[in-house]
């Protein structure tokens, strides 16, 4: 029997954010997508896609990187091809940090951060970080396959306050309360 939910397939995480001001550090924001072992949804990750790394299969790929902000439109892309996924991963978590090289910068000190996630021409979740300003690092999406195949996006926002290699060692954890 077919069912009327549509499968996640292809989705797309794009990130956009100002430069800063002139004489000043760069704002650097950084897309981190984390999958998980379906035997361990919450535990270590199986790898990491960020900007110096990349999906063992091809799966999960960044488009574009910026280290500054400069240009038009969005300045981070990353896909991630869900349907081609191995079925050894059960869940994906997908994260912005702000590399923190000179000082602490949250979300709050960098003007017009936003993130979209969108399916196709299908947007699925938009935000500006505002929720999270003190932060420097915030989870944006989860994704989790459910026991028949199908993949379920999650859209939550949750800020962190760190830098990105402990963001990475952190964003799959359990929400608190759940």
């Known amino acids: 029997m077919s069912t009327p939910n549509k499968d996640i397939e292809k989705i797309e995480v794009r990130v956009k954010w100002d430069p800063s001001p002139h004489g000043e550090p760069a704002n650097d924001l950084d897309i981190i997508a984390a999958t998980y072992p379906a035997e361990e949804p919450y535990g270590s990750p199986g790898y990491l896609v960020h ?47 702000i590399q923190q090289r000179d000082g602490h910068k949250p979300f709050g000190a960098i003007e017009n951060t936003a993130v979209q996630i969108r399916e196709g021409y299908d947007i699925l979740a938009e935000d500006d970080f505002s929720a999270v300003a003190a932060a420097t690092a915030a989870v944006v999406a989860e994704f989790v396959r459910d026991s028949s195949g199908v993949w379920n996006f999650h859209d939550t926002v949750r800020g962190f306050d760190g830098d990105a290699d402990s963001f990475a060692t952190a964003m799959g954890s359990r929400p608190p309360g759940a």
């Open 51 to 97: 900007f110096d790394s990349r999906a063992p299969d091809g799966t999960i790929t960044l488009n574009r990187d910026s280290r500054t902000g400069q240009g038009l439109g969005y300045d981070e892309v990353m896909t991630l091809e869900l349907d081609r996924l191995s079925e050894a991963y059960s869940r994906v978590v997908v994260g912005v940090a």
